[in-house]
């Protein structure tokens, strides 16, 4: 080679000069393309998961209703006015005969093989609305009852071939129709899917995330506070940041374990109540919020904390009164990311106990409960139509609930970011 | 028995102790010459708040945990108790029940004897409450006072008042380490009386895993509880299959997004990437088990395989590369953008391509970050629960088909705590036998790649 | 508005002519000319932030790695404008190698932090011509003596003024017509900064050298032409005996007798 290859090379060597540099673009375009094509590839999944759900889901937003005119007045059902207040009304309506005057009322109307397929658990939703309104009593109403799952099936084309004709006859008439189901967000959980709701998972979802938060968010904000401000630099605090930032990373099942060992061992009685659930949870969300509440602390400006020394604040005033406030924005970023998380953990509250059937809204934090993502995994078994639509729709309620968790999260962050 | 009133009172016995304090210091104040005390009165008042409320708080949070221990005991040495089952859970439901009556949490009953229960039980509610409520009182009273009693002029109020939450400080910082031990010991303990039943040998390296919860306690048969075959479905579901499809597409997408793709792209992929990564994986579960799993069997098959598996190994895999592929990325995203600039423009001056640059230099010099990232995504798809327990199945084998079912050991642990087995029949302890391998693995690759993060940052500093 | 000194004329191997650089809405540079000939060793001198590194950073287009960043005017190599659409980036770059600032080798060994240009580029048909290149431009970069026992350590274990050279070599490796030199020695102290000097002595004459520096000192140790940049424009350009013994500008005057920052 001579001192000057490239100026005084032949053209051959040109020549080839020329081809290496087509093929390394070649490499570049093709790397280029793999890229795009990996994006693409994740893009994808999540919207054919999405779009899974939604399709799947939206039609759980509705259920299959028979509409049958009762004539209370004359059914003769007689209950004291009293018992309607009390807490067992319930059990009261039922023995006072309301659901063989229901029975009576839609065989007048749709038949002896109609009145067969109305839902069994029909009799509570009449119930709970004359407990909420008594004046029905005097009143002729047409009632919109839950169909059976398996007529709901067979309007739907599948199911029992021998259900058909009755399905056609009766949506004919206008006695069968699909509509919208405001009750499922107000229901609890039930054997059938078209009288199942989520208020009773919804609930004890909030309550379990009340106690989380009630239990996580003070620790983790006071001990961040500790290790940020305070903490010498020794082994123990050593000890303290290698055992958070690896709770972080523990799966959350190990966590479940615990709570069965150590909360269900001391608290038997609370087996799958909220209370335990919670402070199950509060464990696992603990450590995040402890690190992002220190990174945000660690994020405010030296120059706030001088400013407060300077004129004579104690080191606790200084933090409780300048460094916290200023902090704040980006604690609760990360405190919300770490209630989304616990808000769509399953796997710790199934070790717990948290996966019984709950047919009531839990009374308080001790009741028995489900949450949403345990109602997702409960339902997920039954092969029924009916309860793949009702579990995507619950699913999409979930996924409501984080989006706005997360939106809320990324619009304090973005505030957070403006502001320091 | 809720804690709800004794909390309240013990809240207004603290503001009255803080509006006392105030008063005494304000006093304090005015008789000083220079009308200054070593603390503000807010001070005086707080001290005395936080002595009066503090233990009188924790005292009730306490009765409320351990009071229906008593009042159950109280209630079994009533009259009406002598009718009870001796044993069992005939007379846990009674109990229950009649707790559950005398407390209005109930209407009915389905056993007689639980009404009879009611009064005794109602009684001993009562007792038990009046005792609370008064000892809580008390308690809260007597510490209030003594505060009170120690206000002087000269009163350190402020350091009193910052030593107690300096204390607070601590032990919110000790929870950490609590709950680590408290980890580590819960599964010791349980995993020690499982040994007892089965050798750690046999439960290690046996390749046979049938444990029936159902069956007596009496002699076990130690050759059912072989965990082999979990740790192999889950290594072969978690890392294999999962990490075939979360490393390429994750780091692809790291590198594409942070080194070619223009804003607009990153503004609309970043929180998609996000998104995926905030799916909760009971839907990752379900979605699996409803059109992944099909799908696999459908390929399955396709392929000409007998009978291939409606849960299968490649199904649970698939999906939960999907869910570790942002986790990838943004580890990835992190370690190439610790690389410094310098690095990446010391290549493109030389006239070598993005390509090359990314390729010769980022990815080596990025490799420790990108390394120690794929490990925790390890560490987090091994621990991954709900997909596998919802798409994985069931069944123990050690078999290198994917479109076969496997099981690993979230599954297994799922699957042995939550049917009815007591504490004391293996196959409930060996879930926590599982649960150590599990958190020891975790531990081990979290430990070794938050020590490679860190180097690799202090490299780069 | 730039003063030009009397100067010979010679062949430009890079010639500018109204290049201006905006970073966003903020102009870095002003509608800059000058030529840059290879007999001689060209250095930009100004105070910080006065669009040296940027003019210099237009030569290879290194200003593409900034996102914003945007150039207007001519840049020509040997007559071509190195801004063309079609002008291939990559065959430009490898003509116009770059040191930086900072000593940045590769996290790989010495040998093959000089092998990568000729590697990437395909310089050598084998090994033995590899380990040809890689021994004359180490020798060239005055390292060959001190790292021919240690080709295989890493690169980073080097020493700063080490380091430097290594990238020195690094950048000759490609055979480039101009080399770049972006305050080559403001990281390094005054022995390797010395051992820097001499090294773009013996460079001179072999390839166009341009080096931006802060030190005035060093600007009259190693060039033979200086231009004084400031706020964007370029002031002042001729041999660097006349700017440094008789400036015509009262501005390049108060700053090289150190009366402005």
């Known amino acids: 080679m001579t001192e000057r290859a490239s100026t005084d090379a032949g053209a051959a060597d040109g020549d080839r000069a020329a081809r290496r540099l087509k093929a390394r673009y070649a490499a570049e375009r093709r790397f280029r393309a793999l890229g795009l094509a990996a994006i693409a590839c994740s893009v994808a999944a999540l919207l054919f998961l999405l779009v899974t759900m939604i399709g799947n889901g939206m039609s759980g937003f509705r259920r299959t209703e028979l509409r049958v005119p009762v004539d209370f007045a004359r059914a003769g059902l007689r209950v004291e006015p009293a018992r309607l207040g009390a807490i067992d009304a319930l059990p009261a309506l039922r023995q006072a005969g309301l659901s063989q005057v229901l029975g009576q009322a839609a065989a007048a109307s749709l038949g002896p093989d109609g009145a067969a397929e109305l839902d069994p658990d029909a009799w509570r939703e009449v119930a709970r609305a004359i407990i909420a309104d008594p004046g029905l009593l005097q009143r002729r109403v047409v009632l919109s009852l839950p169909a059976s799952d398996n007529l709901a099936a067979a309007q739907r084309g599948d199911g029992q071939r021998r259900l058909r004709p009755l399905a056609t006859r009766l949506a004919a008439q206008g006695k069968l129709v699909r509509a919208w189901d405001p009750g499922f967000l107000t229901r609890a959980d039930s054997t059938h899917a078209q009288s199942v709701g989520i208020w009773g998972a919804l609930k004890g979802s909030l309550l379990t995330m009340a106690v989380t938060m009630a239990l996580a968010f003070p620790i983790g904000v006071l001990a961040a506070v500790y290790l940020e401000e305070y903490a010498p630099r020794n082994r123990w605090t050593d000890l303290i940041e290698v055992s958070i930032s690896n709770l972080a990373a523990v799966p959350s099942i190990i966590f479940g374990l615990l709570g069965l060992a150590l909360f269900v061992g001391l608290f038997p009685s609370w087996r799958s109540a909220p209370l335990i659930g919670g402070m199950t949870l509060a464990l696992m969300t603990m450590p995040v919020i402890v690190i992002s509440a220190r990174a945000a602390i660690g994020a405010v400006p030296p120059s706030a904390r001088d400013a407060a020394l300077a004129i004579g604040a104690s080191r606790i005033q200084v933090v409780f009164h300048h460094v916290l406030p200023l902090a704040m924005p980006g604690i609760m970023t990360g405190t919300i990311i770490g209630m989304a998380r616990a808000l769509g953990e399953t796997a710790p509250l199934l070790m717990i106990g948290m996966r019984a059937f709950v047919a009531t809204p839990p009374a308080g934090l001790t009741a028995p409960a489900s949450v949403l993502p345990v109602q997702i995994f409960l339902w997920s078994d039954e092969i029924d139509r009916g309860f793949v639509e009702r579990t995507s729709a619950t699913i999409i309620v979930l996924l409501l609930f984080l989006l706005a968790m997360n939106g809320l999260a990324i619009h304090l962050r973005n505030r957070f970011e403006k502001r320091l | ?461 | 508005m730039t003063t030009y000194h009397e100067l010979d004329p010679v062949e430009a191997k890079i010639a500018a002519r109204d290049v201006s650089v905006f970073y966003g809405d903020q102009q870095a540079l002003d509608r800059v000319s000058i030529d840059i000939g290879t007999e001689y060793v060209t250095a930009f001198i100004g105070p910080s932030g006065c669009g040296k590194s940027t003019l210099l950073r237009t030569f290879n287009r290194m200003n593409d790695t900034i996102a914003n960043a945007r150039v207007e005017g001519e840049v020509r190599l040997d007559g071509v404008d190195i801004y063309r659409s079609d002008l291939d980036v990559v065959q430009l770059r490898a003509r116009v190698g770059m040191v930086f600032q900072k000593p940045n080798p590769f996290p790989k060994s010495i040998y093959e932090n000089v092998a990568y240009g000729p590697r990437i580029h395909g310089l050598a048909v084998n090994r033995t011509e590899l380990d040809a290149i890689v021994e004359r431009s180490l020798r060239r970069a005055g390292l060959w003596d001190e790292v021919k026992d240690r080709l295989s350590d890493s690169g980073t274990a080097l020493s700063g003024g080490q380091q430097q050279r290594l990238c020195i070599a690094r950048a000759i490796a490609v055979d480039p017509e101009v080399i770049l030199m972006d305050e080559p020695c403001s990281a390094l102290d005054p022995i390797a900064t010395a051992r820097i000097e001499e090294l773009i002595g013996e460079l001179k004459g072999r390839y166009a050298i341009v080096i931006v520096t802060h030190s005035m000192q060093q600007a009259a140790r190693v060039s033979q032409r200086t231009a004084f940049f400031h706020l964007g424009r370029m002031v002042e350009y001729g041999k660097t005996s006349d700017i440094f013994t008789n400036p015509r500008e009262e501005r390049t005057k108060d700053y090289i007798t150190g009366r402005y920052g």
């Open chain 2, 1 to 461: 028995m809720s804690p709800v009133i004794p909390l309240l009172l013990v809240l207004g016995l603290a503001t009255v102790g803080w509006l006392v304090a105030r008063a005494r210091a304000r006093i304090f104040r005015r008789a000083r010459p220079g009308g200054r005390l070593d603390s503000r009165p807010q001070y005086h008042a707080w001290f005395v708040a936080l002595c009066a409320g503090l233990p009188a708080g924790l005292f009730a949070l306490a009765w409320s945990a351990f009071s229906p221990g008593l009042v159950v005991m109280r209630v079994l040495q009533a009259p009406a108790a002598a009718a009870l089952p001796a044993e069992g859970i005939l007379r846990d439901a009674i109990l229950a029940e009649a707790g559950a009556l005398a407390t209005r949490h109930a209407t009915g009953a389905f056993h007689p004897l639980a009404r009879t229960l009611v009064p005794a039980f109602e009684q001993a509610i009562a007792h038990y409450a009046q005792v609370g409520l008064a000892v809580t009182l008390l308690l809260g009273f007597a510490t209030g006072t003594w505060a009170f009693l120690r206000l002087r002029p000269d009163f350190r109020a402020r350091t009193q008042v910052e030593r107690m939450i300096m204390a607070a400080l601590l032990l919110a910082s000790l929870a950490a380490i609590l709950t680590t031990f408290g980890i580590f010991a819960s599964l010791l303990a349980e995993t020690w009386r499982f040994f007892r039943f089965v050798p750690p040998g046999d439960f290690l390296f046996g390749n046979h895993w049938s444990p029936d919860p159902m069956a007596d306690v009496g002699p076990v048969a130690t050759d059912s509880y072989g965990a082999l075959p979990l740790f192999w479905g889950t290594f072969a579901i978690g890392v294999v299959i999962a990490m075939l499809v979360a490393i390429p597409l994750g780091l692809m997408s790291a590198i594409h997004l942070t080194q070619y793709a223009s804003p607009a792209l990153r503004r609309w992929v970043k929180p998609m990437l996000e998104m995926l990564a905030g799916v909760p994986t009971v839907v990752y579960g379900y979605f699996a088990a409803l059109t992944v799993a099909p799908a696999v069997r459908r390929l399955g098959e396709a392929l000409g395989l007998a009978n291939p598996s409606s849960e299968s190994a490649l199904a649970a895999g698939l999906v939960m590369g999907i869910m570790i592929i942002p986790f990838v990325s943004s580890m990835a995203d992190d370690a190439i953008a610790a690389v410094p600039a310098e690095m990446r423009d010391g290549s493109l001056a030389l006239g070598a391509t993005r390509f090359e640059t990314i390729h010769r230099v980022l990815i080596p010099a990025a490799l420790p970050g990108i390394v120690a990232g794929i490990m925790l995504a390890i560490s987090r798809a091994i621990g991954e629960t709900m997909i596998v327990v919802m798409a994985a199945g069931a069944t123990a084998r050690l078999t290198a088909n994917p479109f076969e079912s496997m099981t690993t050991v979230t599954f297994q642990i799922v699957a042995m705590l939550t049917g009815e087995g007591s504490f004391d029949h293996p196959a409930t302890l060996s879930a926590f036998a599982l649960g150590m391998v599990l958190f020891l693995v975790t531990l081990a690759l979290n430990f070794v790649a938050l020590r490679v993060v860190l180097r690799f940052r202090q490299a780069y500093d």
